[in-house]
Structure formats: C-alpha cells, structure tokens
C-alpha cells in the first residue's frame, strides 16, 4: 500500500504529468472559447435588427420593402372590414421597433381585397326589425321600402338588385338588401302622428321609425364616423301632435356627436 502511494507521489510529479496537465489546463478555456464562437455565429448572437412598420403597406409592397433589411414576412390571416381599405397591412408581430434576431419571420394581418361570401338569410315573414338587425348580423345592408299589403311590418319579398334573392344564395358582405313590407290594411289612410326623434342616438330613433313603418334620410355632421351612436339634433317634418305621416313617409334626420347643437326644449327629454 504505501509502495503504491510512493508510485503515485512519484507519477505526480513527474515531468510528463505536469506537460499534459498544463496542455489541459490551456485547451480547455480554448475549446470553450471556440464552442462560444461557434455557436454566436450560428445563431447570430448579438445581431439583432429593428423591426419596421409595416402597417399601411399594400400587399404588393411586401416583397420590395423588407428587401435588404434582413428579415423576412408571412401574411397569416385576412380580415374583411368594408370601411378599410382593401389589401392593406393592419395589424404585425412583432410590434414596430421590437428588436429582432435577423432572418426573423414577421406575422402580418391584412385586410382582405374580395369580401368574403356568405349564404343569404331568410328575412321573408320577419318582422322589418327582426329583419334589419339579421342583415346587420350577416354583414348585409339592409334598407326597408313599404309596400301595399295586408301584412303590417312584416317582410313580403327581399330583393337584391332588383330581383328576389332567395334564401341560401351566395352573396358578397357588404351588399344591399332591399326589404319590401307590408304597409297592413288601411295604414296609408290612417298615417301615424310624426315622432318625437330630437336628443335620442340614431340607433335609437331608427328602431323607432321601423316600428312605425317611416323611412329615414340621415344627414351627419362632417367627421362622424359611427353614425350610430350619433344624436338627432334636428328632423324635418318636426314633431307635433296634430302632425300624421303615412306608413313610408321619410324623416331627414340629422346628427350630430356636438352636444350643444341639441335644443334641450326640442329633445325627447322634454317631449311636448
């Protein structure tokens, strides 16, 4: 046992241990250095670049704007919105000004350049509400034209460009339907007093007329764009209650998002 130590003291301090423990001791931080190199060159570590904004940009401008910026593009999803333009970047991923490793894929959202297509609802025999807030639903414009008939607010026939469509044709978003419905037995003579529409939003004061079988002519104030949510400020005929309309006659309402334009006497806050 101690003859074997002796060897062992010896061997660790002979000359050929202590060569190859100094080569040990200087190939190991360089293989660990090379190992580093190695692997920022292949995963470009510390080349990073700023991520562009590519909102606003037409599809066809894709290609020739990240050119030379290191980077690449995948459109992953489009989405119809008829107040948008057509074939446009709307939304990305990452962000503008995101720092980015190069050759990284950015996501992008555009808006579809055809709208898309869906199965038309049957409106026939609803109510003309029932049947509007259905085309509002499906992404239809729907517009309602009284007609002679027996059947009071209901929807007799839904035509588009002038001819019936029927229930399960394909159509565009974004089309207009035109709604006919019944004006109900003796209504054109009867008419209906003119409503009070001052002070209430458009959405509100349109459900109004519809239930009354009016039509609507909107006049908004410039820079509106939800016209829904806009206020009546003025109508034409005004309200009175010696006033009658006939089912389809037609309001011009007009709207406004300027509170002080609103004559609180006139509004439906303080009706007559």
């Known amino acids: 046992m101690i003859s074997r130590m002796k060897n062992i003291s010896a061997f660790l301090k002979s000359r050929i241990f202590l060569i190859n423990f100094g080569i ?64 446009v970047v709307i939304k990305q991923d990452p962000e503008p000004g995101d720092k980015v490793k190069k050759g ?54 839904q035509l588009y460009n002038n001819k019936r469509i029927a229930p399960g044709t394909l159509i565009a978003k974004g089309q207009t339907i035109t709604l006919l419905f019944g004006k109900g037995l003796n209504a054109s003579t009867q008419g209906c007093l003119v ?38 400020y003025q109508q034409e005929p005004k309200f009175g209650r010696d006033r009658r309309l006939v089912i389809g006659s037609v309001i011009d309402l007009h709207v406004t998002n300027d509170l002080s334009k609103i004559n609180t006497s006139d509004s439906i806050q303080n009706p007559l």
């Open 195 to 232: 409503p009070q529409l001052v002070g209430l939003n458009f959405r509100a004061a349109r459900g109004k007329l519809m239930d009354l079988g009016l039509e609507w002519m909107v006049v908004a104030d410039a820079g509106i764009k939800d016209t829904l949510s806009a206020i009546v």
């Open 24 to 87: 040990a001791i200087v190939s190991i931080p360089l293989l660990l250095w090379i190992i580093f190199i190695s692997m920022a060159s292949y995963t470009t570590h510390n080349q990073s670049v700023d991520v562009p904004d590519f909102k606003n940009l037409k599809v066809r401008q894709l290609a020739s704007f990240v050119e030379n910026k290191g980077l690449g593009f995948e459109i992953i999803d489009s989405i119809w919105n008829p107040k948008l333009e057509r074939g």
């Open 104 to 157: 990284r894929k950015i996501y992008l959202y555009v808006t579809s350049i055809r709208p898309p297509m869906i199965n038309m609802p049957k409106l026939e025999d609803l109510s003309l509400r029932q049947a509007l807030a259905i085309c509002e639903s499906y992404g239809l414009l729907g517009f309602g034209k009284a007609v002679d008939g027996p059947c009071d607010g209901c929807i007799i026939t």
